[in-house]
C-alpha cells in the first residue's frame, strides 16, 4: 500500500466535505498445504488485502471499502462513504481516536516462519497422514489433513494523529481421521497451532484426532434425563464463546441482552472468572491497539460470579460515560466497527478431569457440540444442541454415546457451574479465541430415545 | 475483467510444469448493506471485491492461488508461482475460446445498483412499522437489507470462456419480543436472484408483521418435550431437513474420497417411495441460481432421489476425475479467495399428494415444526441436527400449545426411509450455507413431510 494514495485519498475527503478520515488497511498472506493419499492434494499460495475508508461528515460515519487498489477506486471510496453517512439516522456521538494512550509492546511476529521450505511442511503433512493411517487399523482415512500458515499486516491511520500497524503470523496443522468398526463411523479431529513450524507436534495431533474418535465406536443413545453433565474443555470454549455478544455494549445499549444492568451483579457462580487478555504471549487475538487503534488492555469481565464491565469501543464508552476498553473490532476491512474480545480466558479450578469425574454417581460427559450456530438463542438464553460424549457411571467414565442433544439455558447454567477442572486448553473452534477447562455443570437436560 | 490475449498467457503460465488443466476465475462484485434498529438507519456500508483466482490440476492434484491484482505481468508470475508447485514439462493445450453465445435465463429488471439508497431505506421503514405496530410486547426490530452484483469471467484450457452477471437481493427482519423478563425472536426473510423488481412482488410488511407474531407467540411457548415422536416439517426452508440430512452427503466434496454414508449407494432405496428430489441451479432468478457454475459450466436440473432411489450426485471437475463421473454445473465458491466445488444450488424435495390436515389428524402425540432455524451435518456419519424456530405440539390430532428449544437429529439414511406422508403445499424458501468453498446462497424448498419418527431435544419430560 503505497503512502501516497492514503495522502490522495485524504485529500479527495477532504474536498468532499468530511471533517476527519480514517483508514483501515490489511494484508494477508495465506498458504495452505492438504495431502490426501500421500500426495498432495490441495495447494493454496495467495495475497489478499483490502483497503477500508471512512469519513465523518456532520457528526456520522460513512464506510466504504474496496479490493481493487487504484486512483479510480480512491473517487469511489470518497462518493460511496459519503452516500452512507449521509442516509445514517443515529444519534449517538462518534470518534476517531488521536493515537494518544499506553500501547503494550507484543512481538509475537516469527520472521522465520515463511522462510521454513515448502518442502519440509509438505513432509510434515505427508508424514503426519501415513502415521495417522498406521495408528490403529479401524482408521479408515483422513477426510482432511490441512496446513494452513497466515501473514497478517493491519494499518490503520486517520488526520487526527492515529499511525499504528502491526504484523503477526501462525502456523496451523489439523487432521481429521474417519474410523470405522462394525459398520459404524466415528469422526476425530486433533491439530497443533503455533507461530513456529518447529514446535508443532504430529504426535499430538494424532493423538487428539483419533483416541476420542475410537473410543466413540459403537456409541448409542440413552434415555432421556436430567442429570449433572461435565463438558470437555474445548467445547465448553465453543458454547461459551458462542453468547459472549450478550457482555457488548452494544447489544447492551441496543436492549439485545439480557445482561442489561447487571454490572455489579452476580451472573455466575463463584467458580467463573472470565479474563479478556489481548497481551497474551502468542494469544490468536493479541495485539497491542483494537479496531478504533486504541490501546488494549488486560481485564476481568466476571469476578468470582460477578461482572464488573462489558466490552467497549470508543462509541458504546462514550454513551455510558466511562473510557473504552479498546474491544473495537472489525472482521474485516469489509466491516464497520463493532465489539469483540481478545483472547478469553476463563480461569481454571483446582482438581484433575479425573478428580472431576469421581465427584459423579451418574451423569454425562459431552466431549462435542454441533449445530452451535442453530441450536442457540442468545436473546433468551435457552440451547438445545446435538452431542456425544460418554455416560459418567460411579465416578468413572463409561460407554459412549451419541445421538442425543444436550438442552439447558445459558443464563442458568452460568449460576449451575460447579466447577472448573484444571486442563487448560484454548479451542480453534470458538468464534473468538477462547480458552477453558472442562466444566461440571450441576444439571441439564439430555434426550435421547 | 480481462482480455483473451491476457487470459491465454496467464493459463499458458499455469501450464508451464506439467499441469493437464488450467482455469482462471476474475471476480468484481459491488455489495451493499443497509442495517435498521428501532425505525433508525445504523449502518450503511459498500464496496467492491476484486481479485482473480487461479487453479491447476494435474492428475487428482490441484494447486489454487488468488491475487487482487491484475496487471498482465503479475498474474502471470502468479500463475508461475503457483506452477512451480508441480514439477513437470510444459503442457501444450487447446487454447482456441470458444465464445458461448451469451446465456441469460436470470434477467434482472431492475438493477439495485441504479436504486437510490433512500428507496432502500423506505422499504425498511415499512417493514419496521409493520412490525413495531404488531404489538405492545415487540422491543427491537432489526431490518437487514442487502445487495450484490457480481460479475465473472471464468476460462480455462479446455477453450470455455464465459462471463456471466449474478445479482442478488435480500430483506431480513428479526423481531424481538419481551414480556415479564422473558424475551424471544422472530426472523423472517426473503432472498432472490431477481433485482429491486422483487419488492413489487412480495409485500414486506407481511415479513414485519410474520416476524413480530412469531416472537410474541414464541413468548407464551413452553419447554419442548425430550425423546422421539412424529413430527411434522413445514414447507418452505423446512427443506433444511434435506439439504442437511442429505443434501451435503451427495456432494462430490464428501462422496469421492468415500466419507459419505451414500457413497456407495447409488441406484439403491435410501428414502421412503414417495420421496423425489433434485438439485436445480436452473430456476429462474431463484437465490441458488446461475447460468454457469463457478467452473463455467452451464447449471442444470440435477435429479438426485427418484421414488426412493438414489440416482445422482453433484459433481465438479477435479472430483469427477477421483469419480470418473460426468460434471454436474453445480460447482460453487463463496469468491476468488476460494478453489470451487460441488455444492448444492436450489435442493428441493418435489410435492406429493397428502393433505397438509391430514398429517396433523394422523398423529396423536407429536410436533409441529412451522418455521426452522438452521443445522448442520457431519456427512461421514450422516448425524444431523436442525433447530426450530417455531414449533407446536401436535395432541389427539390438532396443533396445540408453542414449544421452544426444539432440536431435531438423526441420520440422513434413518429419516429419509421415516418419510411417511408427502403434501402438496411445495414452496421455497433461502439459506446460506457454509462449507468447504465458502458461504453461498443456497435455495431451498419442499412441501410439508410427515416423519415417523425423529429424535426431539427439548427440556422436559414427555
Not at chain 1, 55 to 76: H, N, P, R, V
Not at chain 1, 97 to 110: E, L, S, T, V
Not at chain 1, 167 to 195: F, H, K, W
Amino acid at each position: 500500500m503505497q503512502t501516497y494514495l492514503i495522502d490522495l485519498l485524504f485529500e479527495k475527503g477532504a474536498a468532499k466535505g468530511f471533517e476527519a478520515q480514517e483508514i483501515f488497511y490489511m494484508r494477508n498472506k495465506n498458504t495452505e498445504i492438504s495431502v490426501y493419499n500421500g500426495e498432495i492434494d490441495k495447494y493454496n499460495l495467495s495475497e489478499d488485502g483490502g483497503l477500508s475508508y471512512r469519513g465523518m461528515f456532520k457528526g456520522k460515519i460513512g464506510y466504504a471499502y474496496t479490493e481493487k487498489l487504484d486512483e479510480s477506486a480512491l473517487e469511489m471510496l470518497v462518493n460511496e462513504a459519503f452516500d452512507n453517512a449521509i442516509v445514517l439516522e443515529l444519534e449517538d456521538a462518534v470518534f476517531l481516536h488521536d493515537g494518544k494512550g499506553d500501547y503494550h509492546k507484543i512481538d509475537d511476529f516469527n520472521p522465520s516462519l515463511a522462510q521454513v521450505p515448502m518442502t519440509e511442511k509438505i513432509a510434515f503433512m505427508l508424514n503426519l497422514e501415513a502415521d495417522l493411517k498406521k495408528i490403529d487399523p479401524r482408521v479408515k482415512n483422513v477426510s482432511n489433513n490441512s496446513y494452513d500458515e497466515v501473514e497478517s499486516f493491519r494499518w490503520i491511520k486517520n488526520t487526527k494523529g492515529l499511525d499504528v500497524k502491526d504484523t503477526t503470523n501462525y502456523c496451523l496443522a489439523y487432521a481429521m481421521p474417519v474410523v470405522e468398526d462394525a459398520q459404524d463411523t466415528r469422526t476425530g479431529l486433533g491439530y497443533d497451532i503455533s507461530n513456529d513450524f518447529y514446535k508443532l507436534s504430529k504426535v499430538a495431533i494424532i493423538k487428539d484426532a483419533t483416541t476420542e474418535a475410537l473410543t466413540m465406536l459403537g456409541a448409542k443413545s440413552t434415555k432421556s434425563k436430567v442429570c449433572p453433565v461435565i463438558i470437555k474443555n474445548e467445547t465448553f470454549a465453543q458454547l461459551f464463546s458462542a453468547y459472549v455478544g450478550i457482555f457488548s455494549a452494544e447489544r447492551i445499549q441496543k436492549n439485545l441482552s439480557a445482561m442489561s444492568g447487571k454490572i455489579g451483579e452476580v451472573i455466575a457462580s463463584p467458580a467463573v472468572t472470565l479474563i479478556d487478555d489481548p497481551h497474551l504471549p502468542y494469544g490468536l487475538a493479541s495485539s497491542s491497539f483494537d479496531a478504533e487503534g486504541v490501546a488494549t488492555q488486560k481485564k476481568a469481565i466476571i469476578e468470582n460470579g460477578v461482572l464488573k464491565t462489558y466490552f467497549h469501543n470508543l462509541k458504546t464508552a462514550h454513551k455510558d460515560g466511562i473510557a473504552s476498553t479498546g474491544n473495537a473490532s472489525k472482521g474485516s476491512y469489509k466491516g464497520t466497527i463493532g465489539i469483540a474480545p481478545s483472547n478469553l480466558i476463563l480461569t481454571p479450578g483446582k482438581l484433575s478431569f479425573e478428580e472431576m469425574v469421581a465427584t459423579i454417581d451418574e451423569g454425562v460427559y459431552v466431549v462435542s457440540l454441533q449445530g452451535l450456530h442453530a441450536g442457540i438463542d442468545t436473546i433468551s438464553g435457552d440451547f438445545s444442541l446435538q452431542c456425544y460424549g460418554f455416560m459418567i457411571e460411579s465416578g468413572k467414565i463409561g460407554r459412549p454415546v451419541s445421538q442425543i442433544t444436550v438442552a439447558g439455558n445459558y443464563f442458568e447454567m452460568l449460576k449451575d457451574i460447579e466447577q472448573f477442572s484444571n486442563d487448560f486448553k484454548f479451542s480453534i473452534l470458538s468464534s473468538d479465541y477462547t480458552g477453558s477447562s472442562s466444566v461440571k455443570i450441576k444439571a441439564l437436560t439430555i434426550s435421547g430415545e | 475483467m480481462l482480455n483473451k490475449q491476457v487470459v491465454r498467457e496467464v493459463l499458458a503460465a499455469a501450464m508451464s510444469t506439467g499441469g493437464d488443466f488450467a482455469e482462471i476465475f476474475v471476480e468484481d462484485r459491488f455489495n451493499n448493506s443497509i442495517e435498521m434498529i428501532k425505525g433508525k438507519v445504523e449502518k450503511s456500508l459498500s464496496g467492491r471485491d476484486y481479485g482473480v483466482g487461479i487453479r491447476i490440476f494435474q492428475g487428482f492434484n490441484s494447486v489454487y492461488t488468488y491475487t487482487c491484482e491484475n496487471g498482465k505481468s503479475h498474474l502471470v508470475e502468479v500463475a508461475k508461482k503457483a506452477a512451480a508447485a508441480l514439477n513437470g514439462l510444459p503442457s501444450r493445450a487447446m487454447m482456441d475460446f470458444v465464445m458461448e453465445a451469451p446465456r441469460n435465463n436470470h434477467a434482472v429488471k431492475i438493477k439495485p445498483l441504479s436504486v437510490a439508497k433512500s428507496d432502500k431505506v423506505d422499504l425498511m421503514r415499512r417493514g419496521n412499522h409493520a412490525a413495531e405496530t404488531f404489538s405492545n410486547d415487540i422491543n427491537q426490530v432489526i431490518v437487514s437489507y442487502l445487495d450484490y452484483t457480481q460479475n465473472v469471467l471464468i476460462a480455462n484450457t479446455e477453450g470455455r470462456f464465459v462471463e456471466d452477471e449474478r445479482t442478488r437481493t435480500r430483506y431480513v427482519i428479526n423481531s424481538v419480543a419481551k414480556r415479564d423478563g422473558k424475551m424471544q425472536n422472530g426472523n423472517i426473510g426473503k432472498g432472490s436472484g431477481k433485482g429491486f423488481e422483487l419488492y413489487n412482488e412480495i409485500d414486506v410488511e407481511w415479513i414485519g408483521r410474520e416476524s413480530a407474531r412469531i416472537a410474541t407467540t414464541m413468548l407464551d411457548a413452553k419447554s419442548s418435550p425430550s425423546g422421539k415422536f412424529p413430527v411434522v416439517l413445514d414447507n418452505k426452508f423446512g427443506g433444511v431437513i434435506f439439504h442437511e440430512a442429505c443434501g451435503h452427503g451427495l456432494e462430490a466434496t464428501s462422496v469421492a474420497k468415500g466419507n459419505s454414508v451414500f457413497a456407495d449407494k447409488l441406484g439403491q432405496k435410501i428414502a421412503s417411495d414417495i420421496v423425489t428430489a433434485v438439485d436445480d441451479g436452473t430456476v429462474s432468478n431463484e437465490w441458488g441460481s446461475a447460468n454457469y457454475d463457478d467452473e463455467g459450466t452451464p447449471t442444470q436440473r440435477n435429479l438426485l432421489i427418484e421414488k426412493g432411489v438414489l440416482k445422482g450426485f453433484m459433481i465438479d471437475k477435479l472430483n469427477a476425475r477421483r469419480m470418473n463421473m460426468a460434471i454436474t454445473g453445480s460447482s460453487r465458491r463463496q469468491s476468488y479467495k476460494y478453489a470451487p466445488t460441488s455444492r448444492m444450488t436450489n435442493t428441493y424435495i418435489l410435492g406429493g399428494t397428502s393433505k397438509f390436515n391430514d398429517m396433523i389428524e394422523s398423529i396423536e402425540y407429536g410436533l409441529y415444526a412451522k418455521y426452522l432455524g438452521g443445522g448442520s451435518v457431519n456427512p461421514a456419519t450422516g448425524e444431523f441436527n436442525f433447530a426450530t424456530q417455531e414449533a407446536y405440539l401436535i395432541e389427539n390430532g390438532k396443533i396445540t400449545t408453542p414449544v421452544k428449544g426444539a432440536t431435531l437429529i438423526g441420520t440422513g439414511l434413518e429419516i429419509l426411509t421415516k418419510i411417511e406422508m408427502v403434501s402438496d403445499n411445495f414452496d421455497s424458501g433461502e439459506g446460506m450455507c457454509g462449507s468447504v468453498s465458502g458461504s453461498i446462497p443456497a435455495g431451498l424448498g419442499q412441501p410439508a413431510l410427515k416423519v415417523s419418527e425423529i429424535t426431539v431435544g427439548g427440556r422436559e419430560e414427555a
